[in-house]
């Protein structure tokens, strides 16, 4: 069975069995506190808690999707049969539960049946993972009373780290939940042992079945939610994997069409360096799905993830001699892949980053390597000189210390890294401190209000790439890949205009920064800031524009501001933009 197999199935199934089929969301979610879309549930989540009516949304609770997913937390685990970056997520829902609605006996129904009749699988093989309970929530019987009836005999019993499943950020939705393992067979471990294994990979967690029954508050505590969900997730690559009985997801034809246009422009061989193939492969379509999401190569959030995987590229095409000048047919296997689906992938546009991006780090890279190769020993001082002189992540540095039999100090590297970032945020906070003159205060909160329009009239993927304001003007440089047509320039400055004719006030709130990113306040460089920072609200009544963590400080009322005005629109590097703008 083919992916595109697989994925038309599972949709279609349910389908017939009255869900509606919800395209896929983007990979950056609404959800400021979290960085990349890693579940299905996450476009759902203001219905699965009740603060959106589903049925005027959806006109119906049953849901279906196929979710591109992102997960940064095992980029260093790429490489080994079980982990990806991108990975797409198959799902089902039943949200709130009426005359119309399933629970838990509707869910371990369709999961039966969908496995079992329309992929075949053995029923005998599957071994369930059920909640065994806590000091504030009992153990899910009625999960276990239901599996039974539909003929399931293995059973396992597992904690909230395994089955409870908790919202995706930090307060939100959550549950039970009831974990579908596939036994492999002996030949792929241990003879006597179950699913989550720590020695072997023989059972393989196949579908997820969340029983969504609480929602967690910001205090951390669990309350009765108002109505029940259900919520469920297959991990696309893994059950694809299983179906072909191959080891992993990179034997399938996700990844195989690209690893053999890999292996016609490299030295080594697939069978050769196994790793260094997965990495790449995975890293290109990763890279991929986050370009099309506009999301630009940089040094902070979801641009450093980019780069990461853009050089971690080109660190391992050095391994096995990939000619990279052959990426352009190395993408197009990536787009038939997977046009058909996700439109929004630009073959050309992917081509041309990833150029840039290569250029750029081709620069460094000879001389970063040079510089390791004078060194007996790595200090954590010198690691960090390293990281920010030549743009080596740490797991760059590593390796090749590794070479060189040197160990690295990860958690000295860290300490350098937070001790500079201290200086720079007491850097920020001394230019924009009690010495700042009126203007500059002003320019300030102009900035805030511009940084949001420029959101509004080129896309959200627009990032704060720096700032510099003086006592005559306003600097700022932003993520964007285009020049900024007359249109856009005067459509950028009529909203600022009108928000400060409208009089929107703002608001100083002091909060911790967890709380502050929960609420949903931009924090482009949240690595400068303290555990306790200034929230800045620009709001007219009950319409909220602006929301920024910033070291201030600000005026308080925009109409104080004057008439703002863009005096020029410039290159400022690869991706890249600058606005000099003024107040009068």
């Known amino acids: 069975m083919d992916s595109k197999e697989l994925r038309s199935l599972f949709l279609n199934y349910f389908q017939e069995k009255g869900h509606k089929i919800v395209a896929s969301s983007s990979l950056i979610p609404d959800d400021d506190t979290v960085l990349f879309t890693t579940a299905g549930m996450q476009q759902f989540a203001p219905y699965l808690s009740s603060q959106k009516n589903v ?59 969908f496995l079992v009749n329309k992929l075949g699988l053995v029923k005998d093989k599957f071994h369930i993972t059920i909640f065994k309970g806590n000091s504030f929530i009992p153990k899910d019987e009625e999960a276990k009373e239901i599996w039974e009836r539909h003929g399931i005999t293995h059973f396992h019993e597992f904690g909230e780290a395994d089955n409870f499943w908790g919202p995706v950020s930090n307060v939100g939705p959550c549950g039970p939940c009831s974990e ?7 030949e792929y471990g241990c003879k006597d042992c179950g699913p989550n294994c720590d020695y072997c990979k023989r059972f393989v967690e196949i579908w997820n079945l969340v029983f969504m029954e609480y929602f967690k508050n910001e205090k951390g505590e669990y309350e009765k939610l108002k109505q029940t969900n259900i919520d469920t997730g297959i991990g696309f690559e893994r059950l694809l ?51 099309g999401e506009n999301i630009l190569p940089s040094n902070t959030e979801r641009g450093y993830i980019l780069r990461r995987l853009l050089r971690r590229i080109i660190r391992y095409a050095r391994i096995i001699d990939l000619d990279l000048n052959s990426i352009d047919r190395l993408i197009k296997v990536i787009i038939l ?50 990281y920010q002189t030549f743009g080596f992540p740490i797991e760059m540095i590593k390796e090749e210390a590794n070479k060189k039999g040197i160990e690295i100090d990860e958690k000295g590297f860290k300490e350098e890294l937070k001790k500079h970032q201290e200086i720079s945020r007491k850097g920020a906070e001394k230019k924009f401190g009690k010495n700042a003159s009126e203007k500059e205060i002003k320019l300030h909160t102009a900035t805030h209000l511009m940084h949001q329009a420029l ?48 009089g929107f006030k703002v608001i100083k709130e002091e909060m911790s920064l967890e709380k502050a990113l929960a609420t949903g306040a931009l924090a482009f460089f949240k690595e400068k800031y303290k555990e306790v ?46 606005i000099r703008a003024v107040i009068n």
Not at 262 to 279: C, F, G, N, P, Q
């Open 241 to 291: 994997a299983i179906l072909n009985k191959e080891n992993s997801a990179y034997e399938t034809d996700l990844f195989s069409d690209l690893i053999k246009e890999i292996e016609k422009h490299a030295t080594l061989k697939y069978k050769d360096d196994k790793i260094a193939y997965r990495i790449i492969a995975d890293h290109l379509r990763g890279s991929s799905f986050l370009i």
């Open 337 to 386: 892949k997977y046009h058909h689906i996700y439109p929004e992938l630009n073959q050309e546009n992917i081509v041309n980053i990833f150029n840039i991006e290569k250029q750029k780090f081709a620069r460094t890279l000879e001389k970063g390597l040079k510089e390791i190769e004078k060194l007996t020993e790595i200090t954590p001082r010198q690691a960090f000189f390293l």
């Open 55 to 113: 049925l005027e949304k959806f006109q119906t609770r049953h849901l279906c999707s196929c979710q591109k997913c992102f997960r940064t937390d095992d980029i260093e685990e790429i490489g080994d049969d079980t982990h990806q970056t991108f990975f797409e997520m198959l799902g089902n829902w039943s949200i709130g539960q009426d005359q119309a609605g399933y629970f838990k006996e509707g869910a371990i129904k369709y999961a039966l049946d």
């Open 533 to 578: 920072v200034n929230v800045y609200t620009i709001k007219n009544n009950n319409e909220i524009y602006s929301k920024e963590i910033c070291a201030g400080p600000h005026i308080k009322s925009s109409e104080n501001l004057g008439t703002f005005k863009i005096l020029k629109e410039s290159s400022s590097g690869a991706n890249t933009r600058r």
């Open 180 to 186: 579908i393992h596939y036994d492999r067979g002996e």
């Open 455 to 502: 959101r509004d009239v080129l896309g959200e993927s627009v990032q704060q790439m720096g700032s510099s304001i003086n006592n005559e003007r306003l600097r700022f440089d932003f993520s964007y890949t285009k020049k900024l047509s007359q249109e856009q320039i005067k459509e950028i400055e009529d909203i600022v205009n009108q928000r400060i004719k409208n």
